[in-house]
């Protein structure tokens, strides 16, 4: 028997979280809950209210050894704001971190009738006592942690008709409960900033959180000069233990005989030698020898503290709708077609806080020295990483107050970017940004696209990261299991598509276009592998397509339409 899932497509709807009133925390008497007042409230609209009430602790199995663990949830509720439709409300959770963690969070469906109150909905971090977690929860140590809470939630409110699950709304938000203060001290803003203090600035709450990533300030912008420095993290090392063998080994046993910990030579096979060699190197550097070469072991061997990268935008590199937050260069692309061609990334934000807005990330154009000029297209496997940058040649809203973050690219010849010339930019969708320009000096050249993204966006890229890695093997066999043999209905723009999976880890595409009388279809066909956070698609021509997936109540949510509208380079 076959699954149909009908699913009505809209925009994205993305919006700036407002925060209103004051945030507070209060133990109320018991240590294991802390009150957040007046609540915290990331979502309010014509359609669903989601206010964030309290933090708490709950051990479940106590004195049970292994079996023990802690619950750590944040509690929220949700008010149906609709008086004709029950709904479905769908609440996703990505980039979510706890201080400098990245904390994998589970959360709660949530049931509401019309015009009602959930107040049963939490998102949920699980600490084992007997047995580590790999999900970055075991940092989790005290329900103060959990005020350095920040994610991004994607909250999709749907209803049934008894036909069909339709959406009534979905959109990303940002939640953050870092800068909520306690009650012994001075009642202050909540975390992020209001909806007109961002559109001034045209930076939206995330960026304002760091100053690595923070936006132009007046006082660069009227020296028409931006120049900010970017700590790009510390290689991400491979763990290596005895058995393992290849450049990484090879690398790590060189270091350990320049530092006088390993006699001999570097033969790239990792056997007791060089675990003695490793677990001498950690006794003298006060970690714990366990001669197995962990990410802190090499990253402290190799002197890795993480490389400081200069962001310098020369010209004019804001105006009332947009600013340039960097322009690099791909070294490790090569074009099949032509060797001279060079890969350039472009990223910008888009704010607005006079009239509402429609971009997308495709046509654009940069011109070199008022001579030659290119425009923007999608490649494949581009902007895998990017993950607050936004990559797609479907028109995104940008409403009043609110910022979307943009990646352009562009295939340029390496002879037009010699140093010393003028870069002008133009878009059709923004208004004046014909009026930006920088200079090829300020090309930043990387190794890889994935090195780029590291730089502009360390978040994202920490969240796509986890999100793309391969899933372990109970949730590949849980994924397989709900959807091979099995199809999916959905449809963008009144275009039908059906997807079907099959137990040899292919899948079928088929689209219906034209009209009801004389309809033909469009068939492709692919690999899909299982990540920790997606299904990746890849078709025959190598274009690739993540499909969110997570868990409703009793069975897997495929996010398509989001996939196939927003994702699809």
Not at 188 to 196: F, H, R, V
Not at 321 to 334: A, K, N, P, T
């Amino acid at each position: 028997m076959k699954k149909i899932l009908k699913m009505a497509a809209l925009a994205v709807m993305s919006i700036s979280m407002a925060v209103c009133g004051s945030g507070r925390v209060n133990a109320a008497g018991n240590e294991d809950v802390i009150h957040i007042e007046p609540a915290y409230v990331p979502v309010d609209d014509e359609n669903v209210k989601m206010e964030i009430t309290s933090v708490s602790k709950e051990i479940l199995n106590e004195g049970q050894g292994d079996s023990e663990y802690i619950h750590y949830k944040i509690n929220f509720t949700v008010t149906n704001k609709s008086e004709e439709y029950d709904a479905d409300i769908s609440v996703a959770v990505g980039a979510c971190s706890v201080g400098p963690y990245t904390v994998q969070f589970s959360n709660m469906n949530t049931d509401t009738k019309a015009g009602k109150i959930n107040d049963t909905a939490c998102y949920v971090a699980t600490k084992s006592t007997g047995i580590t977690n790999s999900d970055g929860s075991e940092h989790i140590e005290s329900l103060e942690d959990l005020l350095q809470f920040e994610a991004q939630a994607k909250v999709n409110m749907y209803y049934d008709d008894g036909k069909s699950h339709n959406t009534i709304d979905k959109y990303t938000v940002d939640i953050s409960l870092a800068d909520i203060k306690t009650d012994e001290a001075a009642p202050a803003e909540s975390g992020a900033s209001s909806d007109a203090e961002s559109a001034g600035t045209g930076t939206s709450p995330d960026a304002e959180a760091s100053a690595d990533s923070s936006a132009l300030t007046d006082a660069n912008a009227a020296a028409d000069v931006s120049s900010r420095n970017v700590t790009l993290p510390a290689k991400e090392y491979s763990t290596l233990d005895i058995g393992s063998s290849g450049d990484d080994v090879t690398a790590l046993q060189q270091a350990l005989i320049d530092q006088g910990f390993l006699d001999g030579s570097a033969d790239g096979a990792y056997g007791d030698g060089t675990a003695a060699g490793v677990k001498a190197f950690q006794e003298s550097a006060g970690l714990e020898a366990t001669g197995i070469a962990n990410q802190e072991t090499q990253q402290k061997l190799f002197g890795d503290e993480g490389e400081v990268i200069t962001i310098t935008l020369t010209g004019t590199s804001e105006s009332d709708h947009m600013q340039i937050d960097g322009l690099f260069i791909d070294e490790s692309y090569i074009d099949k077609d032509n060797d001279s061609l060079a890969m350039v990334y472009l990223f910008y934000t888009v704010f607005t806080n006079d009239e509402n807005l429609e971009v997308d990330s495709k046509g654009s154009e940069l011109t070199i020295n008022s001579t030659n000029t290119y425009t923007s297209e999608h490649y494949p496997k581009a902007c895998p990483y990017m993950e607050n940058y936004y990559y797609s040649d479907y028109l995104k809203d940008v409403y009043i107050g609110d910022s979307v973050k943009v990646v352009e690219t562009f295939k340029i010849p390496k002879g037009d970017l010699a140093a010393g010339r003028t870069i002008t930019f133009s878009s059709s969708s923004i208004p004046g940004s014909d009026k930006i320009s920088l200079l090829t000096d300020d090309i930043i050249s990387c190794d890889s696209a994935e090195k780029i993204a590291r730089i502009i966006d360390p978040d994202g890229y920490a969240d796509m990261k986890y999100k793309l890695a391969d899933a372990d093997e109970d949730t590949k066999a849980k994924v397989k299991n709900a959807i091979d043999g099995y199809y999916w209905l959905f449809s963008i723009d009144n275009v039908s598509f059906k997807i079907e999976f099959y137990s040899d880890s292919t899948y079928s595409l088929a689209s219906t276009f034209g009209t009801t009388g004389n309809p033909y279809t469009v068939e492709s066909s692919g690999t899909y592998a299982i990540k920790n956070a997606y299904i990746v698609l890849e078709n025959s021509v190598g274009a690739i397509t993540n499909v969110p997936y997570f868990w409703g109540e009793s069975d897997i949510k495929l996010e398509l339409a989001d996939a196939f509208d927003v994702r699809e380079n």
